[in-house]
């Protein structure tokens, strides 16, 4: 069954929003109030059209800026199917794992690095430690619906609570820094972006160049000590940063 069926798809033909992108806003509300689930196949594109009294070249336009945005994907011998919403995150101070998790992403993460190593010069700054002194970096890779979404890489201090890699898979780094008695207070944050490197297209599933989103994070507890090195890379198809901006007065 169809289920573009089941939702009230209109278009205004005064309105000067070309048709096109109406339906494609319509249809991505619904991918992202899950009215469209991941893995539903969208039906016929003659039969929408037909429905809506639109083109198929029309339908097809909408249908493939959401193919871009990563929301849907068209599989030979399978037809359109719904993939995901992508996630917007707000700039706050949450965790990876939370977020997910409230946009109903169902997280998973696995585990690549969790081992002791020389403080670099960078690292040291962040954390304010002696450079070539010991601290913690983990390498995880978080996943959503079974796709890769972000690559992670973190740097703590030694000894700041035990890095057990199972609990690592099984929750994010903030909860069990809460967990083990740590109030986050504050974070200072940089956002970018850049190519791709081979190793890291071959992570995240993505072609060798292609655009990624950056994030650095040095977290702070409400001691004012840095408790959390992060340099983050995410698949801009499936995740975004969204932003508040004030009027300063």
Do not use: C
């Not at 048709?19 to 992202?32: G, P, R, W």
């Not at 696995?110 to 970096?137: P, Y």
């Not at 983990?138 to 079974?146: C, Q, V």
């Amino acid at each position: 069954m169809d289920p573009t069926a089941a939702l009230d798809l209109r278009v205004d033909r005064s309105s000067p929003v070309p048709l096109y992108f109406q339906l494609s806003q319509q249809l991505e509300a619904a991918i992202e109030r899950g009215d469209l689930t991941p893995g539903s196949l969208l039906g016929n594109e003659i039969e929408l059209a037909a429905r809506l009294g639109l083109s198929r070249p029309t339908v097809r336009q909408a249908i493939q800026s959401l193919v871009d945005k990563g929301l849907l994907v068209r599989r030979r011998g399978v037809g359109t199917q719904v993939v995901h919403s992508q996630v917007k995150r707000p700039l706050e101070l949450s965790s990876l794992y939370d977020d997910l998790e409230a946009a109903g992403q169902r997280p998973a993460t696995k585990v690549l690095v969790n081992t002791v190593v020389q403080a670099t010069a960078e690292v040291a700054a962040a954390l304010g430690v002696t450079e070539g002194g010991e601290v913690h970096r983990i390498e995880r890779l978080r996943m959503a619906h079974g796709e890769p979404m972000a690559y992670l890489v973190n740097h703590l201090p030694p000894g700041l609570f035990d890095l057990d890699t199972a609990q690592l898979e099984a929750t994010g780094l903030y909860r069990m820094m809460r967990s083990a008695g740590i109030t986050l207070h504050s974070a200072r944050q940089s956002i970018g972006a850049r190519r791709a490197t081979a190793a890291e297209a071959d992570r995240l599933a993505e072609e060798e160049g292609a655009p990624l989103l950056t994030m650095r994070r040095t977290t702070f507890d409400d001691t004012g000590r840095a408790v959390e090195f992060g340099d983050h890379t995410y698949r801009p198809a499936r995740y975004s940063f969204e932003f508040q901006l004030l009027v300063r007065s």
